[in-house]
Each structure stands twice: as C-alpha cells, then as structure tokens.
C-alpha cells in the first residue's frame, strides 16, 4: 500500500476524459518550505492538492527520495557531500528553496522556525537529508500531475478526471487515506517508465564523486 503524505482537499482538474495542460511541469511540494522537513521517502507517493505551482492544482512525488531542491543532501551535521565544486548551485547545503536559509532537520526552540518559517510538530533531531535516487531523481518523480481513475480504474463516477497527455502512464498510486474520504486515491499520470519496483529502485544514490544528477528544483 502506498502511503499518503497529502493535503486532505480535492482539487479540481478537469472534466471527466479531459486532457489537461501542466503536467509534468516542475514544482517543489509545500513540505520543502518547512526549516526542518528532512525529506521524502522512495516507499510513499505524496499528494499535494491545490497546488498553486501547477496549472493542474496538483504536485505530485511519486516514491521519491530526499528533497527535490537538494539532489545530494546533506550530512546530520549539515554538511553538503565531499565532491561538489563550489560553483555549483548545489553546493551549499540544503536551504529552503528560494532563500539563504539553511535546512535544520532537528528540533528548533523558535516555534516558528526563525524568518517566519515553519517547524514540523515532531522533528527527529539529528536526520540527514537523504540524497535522492540516481533512478527516480525529481526530474523522473516529481511534477505537476492530476487524477486519471478511480481505485477502481473506472472514471464514471462522476469525479473529475483527467487524460493522461503523451508520455504519462495513468498509473495506480494512493490505494487508501482513510475511511470516508475517496477524493485523493486512484490513478495518476506518470512518466512512462517510472513506475516504483520495491525490489530494485534506489540501488544507487546521487553522488557528486560517482553518480551525478544535478536536476535540482
């Protein structure tokens, strides 16, 4: 079963069969503006809807790993990974994307985070942030989406669907999020050849000394 880290709200997309415009558009989900978010997990699929970055309303990361604005991570010390010259954008380390503010993954006494930015209730203290997987990087997992079928499969139920344009699988993700509310399981549209094999995906991490992978957000 796929676990659900989502905004419990059902954005509208488009009519029933209706191909949409974004998707596979960029964008970074609401969790990576938070200082002590760590980062996803490549075993759950979050669903952010009512996204204002897409023209979908809908920021998808498909069993993706780490930050998608910080491919390489950093250390439980906050240090970035050895091998990165300091030219490059990725370089420092992980910041909240659009700032200077460094990302903190441990308790911050500021209830507010500092700046005007939010803490997660419960912290791990000390997590590093994970670099992300050289198969399912942000550029392959992370990006505008919308809602295809049903858990079913079917689109007749009289919810708004979309058709998945060229290039996008409409593809099984988020089985269940609790009882009474359906809005958000079903199918999304996802990159042809990204669907999540537990048995083989992230056998390798992005690292700036033997696997590059700078698509960074």
């Given at each position: 079963m796929a676990l659900l880290a989502a905004c419990l709200f059902v954005g509208f997309v488009a009519g029933p069969g209706c191909q949409v415009n974004g998707v596979g558009d960029p964008c970074i989900p609401d969790e990576e503006y938070v200082v002590n978010f760590a980062g996803f997990s490549e075993q759950e699929v979050n669903v952010e809807s009512k996204s204002f970055q897409c023209r979908t309303r809908l920021c998808l990361a498909n069993h993706f790993r780490g930050r998608a604005s910080c491919p390489y991570g950093q250390g439980a010390d906050g240090t970035s990974p050895a091998g990165l010259p300091m030219t490059d954008p990725n370089a420092m380390t992980c910041v909240i994307p659009g700032t200077n503010i460094p990302v903190t993954p441990?308790?911050?006494?500021?209830?507010?985070?500092?700046?005007?930015?939010?803490?997660?209730?419960?912290?791990?203290?000390?997590?590093?942030?994970?670099?992300?997987?050289?198969?399912?990087?942000?550029?392959?997992?992370?990006?505008?989406?919308?809602?295809?079928?049903?858990?079913?499969?079917?689109?007749?139920?009289?919810?708004?669907?979309?058709?998945?344009?060229?290039?996008?699988?409409?593809?099984?993700?988020?089985?269940?999020?609790?009882?009474?509310?359906?809005?958000?399981?079903?199918?999304?549209?996802?990159?042809?050849?990204?669907?999540?094999?537990?048995?083989?995906?992230?056998?390798?991490?992005?690292?700036?000394?033997?696997n590059t992978c700078p698509n960074a957000y």
């Open positions: 441990e308790l911050n006494p500021n209830p507010d985070g500092g700046a005007g930015i939010p803490i997660v209730p419960t912290p791990k203290a000390g997590d590093t942030v994970q670099a992300q997987c050289v198969d399912r990087t942000a550029a392959l997992t992370v990006y505008c989406s919308c809602r295809c079928a049903n858990v079913d499969g079917q689109t007749n139920d009289g919810a708004n669907y979309c058709a998945c344009p060229d290039g996008y699988a409409c593809t099984q993700l988020v089985t269940s999020i609790g009882a009474g509310d359906t809005g958000l399981t079903g199918a999304y549209c996802i990159k042809n050849n990204t669907a999540y094999d537990p048995n083989s995906a992230c056998a390798e991490s992005c690292d700036p000394m033997t």
